[in-house]
């Protein structure tokens, strides 16, 4: 199996969700428990590089994989954002969209802090370009930054969480299923 790359970086193993034309993992550093990536397969850097079938299938996945994310992690709803080119905030070249289970209370930006989460995706998306950075340096896989809220986990943990969301998709069709 060749290895899935999210720009330069190998998530081969956090993937948890595949359709013909997108994938879906889970996250080094999540905002929130099951803040995952939705991607599509081939590496533009704008959502208007993609074509129709692969819009339409990463919308789809969006959607399959959020409705999953709420159903997983009993939340009311999802944060979805995609910052779309440099000037958006995107760090990593490759299209993508954040998909975070929220919940009416409980989560850390829930009620009077719900705004926040998006000074928190501009920063999660820093770190991604770090860990891009180093990746093309051929030093360390992932750069880790420090940061007292979020912190890193491991391969194992990652792996543990992805087959566990596979489990969610065993009934879907052959085109878009668990890994």
């Not at 190998?10 to 993992?25: G, H, K, P």
């Not at 997983?72 to 993508?96: E, R």
């Not at 912190?151 to 596979?166: I, V």
């Amino acid at each position: 199996m060749s290895a899935i790359l999210f720009s330069t970086i190998d998530v081969s193993r956090q993937v948890f969700y595949r359709s013909s034309l997108s994938y879906a993992c889970v996250n080094l550093k999540p905002i929130v428990p099951g803040h995952v990536l939705v991607i599509p397969n081939r590496p533009v850097p704008r959502i208007a590089d993609l074509n129709a079938s692969e819009l339409a299938s990463l919308m789809i996945s969006v959607q399959r994989v959020g409705s999953v994310l709420e159903r997983a992690y009993g939340a009311h709803g999802l944060t979805v954002a995609c910052q779309d080119g440099k000037a958006a905030g995107q760090s990593i070249p490759h299209v993508h969209f954040h998909l975070l289970p929220r919940r009416l209370a409980g989560d850390r930006f829930s009620g009077d802090r719900n705004d926040e989460i998006y000074p928190a995706l501009e920063h999660a998306e820093t770190e991604l370009r770090g860990a891009a950075e180093e990746t093309n340096k051929g030093r360390e896989r992932l750069r880790v930054d420090a940061d007292e809220n979020r912190k890193p986990r491991s391969k194992e943990e990652m792996e543990e969480e992805a087959k566990w969301l596979m489990g969610f998709f065993e009934d879907e069709s052959e085109d878009s299923k668990a890994c």
